[in-house]
């Protein structure tokens, strides 16, 4: 099967500017998040999905970070304006049962923000 | 709010040494997954504990959750170069989120 795809691979922005991320989930995964991995750290949940309702972005900053996930499969995370603290790697992972069947992760979007 | 933590933070190794990690959380939890990650790469399972008293093992690593102690282990059997990574270990909250710890950077010298 197909794993998680993500694009772009990486992207280099100025502070103050507004980038977004894509993600392409595993057929048929109902759940689906959103992890900021800051370089040296371990990664950090932002938001979770159900299908095309959020779950769970008590981590997200919403001042300025947004996602979504129309029709419950591609979803997008946007920053807008970006800050130079949120350069990071940003992880999309989906699970069809999470906790039960594991969750597989992407290759990851890494930001750099200049 | 669940707290994940790993020991040591950083891990030097000389060849054909056993050495553990260690991973403790701060709230209830009976699955807890290991991940590896290379420089540059995205997360690679490694394991997943379902249940107090688990042991699993591949290769030259095993590791193990006892869930009333909140404690997970990852042993390194004769380690060797291939192994230097980070190692990560997730517990499962609330039944569907991953909450990661901090990490252990692995390096392994002949």
């Known amino acids: 099967e197909a794993g998680v795809a993500q694009s772009p691979r990486y992207k280099i922005i100025e502070k103050r500017q507004s980038v977004a991320f894509w993600c392409n989930p595993i057929?048929?995964?109902?759940?689906l998040y959103w992890y900021q991995q800051i370089l040296g750290q371990g990664p950090k949940l932002l938001i979770q999905?159900?299908?095309?309702?959020?779950?769970?972005d008590s981590q997200l900053p919403k001042d300025r970070f947004s996602a979504e996930r129309l029709k419950g499969v591609d979803s997008t995370l946007k920053i807008q304006p970006a800050k130079l603290e949120d350069s990071a790697v940003y992880l999309c992972?989906?699970?069809?049962?999470?906790?039960?069947?594991?969750?597989?992760f992407g290759s990851g979007t890494r930001l750099t923000v200049v | 709010e669940l707290k994940v933590e790993q020991n040591p933070l950083f891990l030097s190794m000389q060849e054909g040494k056993n050495y553990t990690i260690y991973c403790n959380y701060s709230t209830t939890s009976d699955r807890l997954y290991w991940y590896r990650q290379d420089p540059g790469k995205s997360l690679e399972s490694l394991f997943v504990?379902?249940?107090?008293?688990a042991v699993k093992q591949e290769g030259r690593l095993m590791a193990s959750l006892d869930t009333k102690a909140r404690l997970s282990t990852l042993h390194i059997t004769a380690a060797v170069h291939d192994l230097s990574a980070t190692y990560f270990c997730a517990v499962v909250h609330n039944t569907d989120k991953l909450i990661f710890g901090t990490g252990t950077r692995l390096q392994v010298f002949p």
């Open positions: 504990l379902l249940s107090n008293g």
């Open positions: 992972a989906s699970s069809l049962y999470p906790g039960f069947y594991g969750y597989t």
């Open positions: 057929s048929g995964h109902a759940t």
């Open positions: 999905f159900q299908n095309n309702g959020v779950v769970d």
